[in-house]
C-alpha cells in the first residue's frame, strides 16, 4: 500500500484553507510541517496514499474552495491544485 507523507500546495491559496489542511493531519497536537517556499505540507506520519486523498477532497469540498487532490508521480507525494474554471 503506497504511503504519503507530503502535500504539494499549487497556485496562490488563501492561507487558511493550508492552515486548514494541517489541521485535518494533527497527530499528538502538533500541525504538520508547512514550507511557503517549496509549497509543500509535510506530514508527521505517512498515511495510506486513499485516505490522504479522501481527507484533502472532504476538506475542500466541506470548506468549498475551489481546488481539487490529485496523486502525483512520486508515490509518497500528493498535490492540491487550483480547480480549472471554464470561460
Not at 484553507?17 to 497527530?27: H, I, S, Y
Not at 511557503?36 to 486513499?50: G, H, I
Not at 487532490?69 to 480547480?83: E, F, M, N, Y
Amino acid at each position: 500500500m503506497t504511503q504519503v507523507s507530503k502535500i504539494t500546495i499549487y497556485g496562490d491559496q488563501p492561507a487558511q484553507m493550508v492552515e486548514g489542511l494541517a489541521a485535518q493531519f494533527r497527530d499528538g497536537g502538533a500541525a504538520p510541517l508547512y514550507t511557503p517556499e517549496t509549497q509543500t505540507l509535510e506530514l508527521d506520519s505517512a498515511l495510506p496514499r486513499d485516505q490522504v486523498m479522501d481527507l484533502v477532497g472532504e476538506f475542500l469540498q466541506a470548506e468549498s474552495h475551489e481546488a481539487r487532490v490529485l496523486p502525483t508521480h512520486d508515490a509518497g507525494r500528493i498535490a492540491v491544485k487550483p480547480a480549472v474554471r471554464a470561460l
